[in-house]
C-alpha cells in the first residue's frame, strides 16, 4: 500500500463519522465496564464469556477479565496466561482454540 491507499485517515473521515466513532468506542467501553462489574460481584461466570464472546470483549485483554474475577489478582492471573501459554498482551479474539478450551478448563476448576 503507497501513501493512504485503502485507508480513510481522521482528516478524511467527517465531523459526523468522528462522533459516530466516538459514540460506539463509548457503548464498548460502557458494556466491558458493565460486564466486568458483573464478573467481579459473581453475577457473571467467565467460562461462557470465553466460549462465546460478546463484540464488546472481543477486543479485551485476557489478562484484564481475569483480573476482574473477585479472586485472582496479578500473580494469579499471570500463572493462569502463563499456564495456558497466552501472552499477557493477548486479546480475546486472538485466542487459539487450544488456548481457550484451556483457560475455560482452569476457569471451571
Do not use: F, W, Y
Amino acid at each position: 500500500m503507497a501513501d493512504g491507499e485503502g485507508r480513510a485517515s481522521v482528516a478524511d473521515r467527517s465531523r459526523e463519522q468522528q462522533l459516530r466513532a466516538l459514540q460506539q468506542a463509548n457503548e464498548v467501553r460502557s458494556a466491558r465496564a458493565k460486564l466486568k462489574q458483573d464478573l467481579a460481584a459473581g453475577k457473571l461466570e467467565l467460562a461462557p464469556i470465553l466460549a462465546e464472546p460478546p463484540p464488546c470483549v472481543r477486543t479485551a485483554r485476557v489478562r484484564d477479565l481475569l483480573l476482574a474475577l473477585p479472586s485472582v489478582g496479578s500473580v494469579k492471573a499471570g500463572r493462569i496466561l502463563t499456564q495456558c501459554g497466552i501472552a499477557h498482551s493477548k486479546t480475546l479474539a486472538g485466542l487459539t482454540a487450544r488456548q481457550r478450551a484451556e483457560l475455560i478448563d482452569l476457569v471451571h476448576r
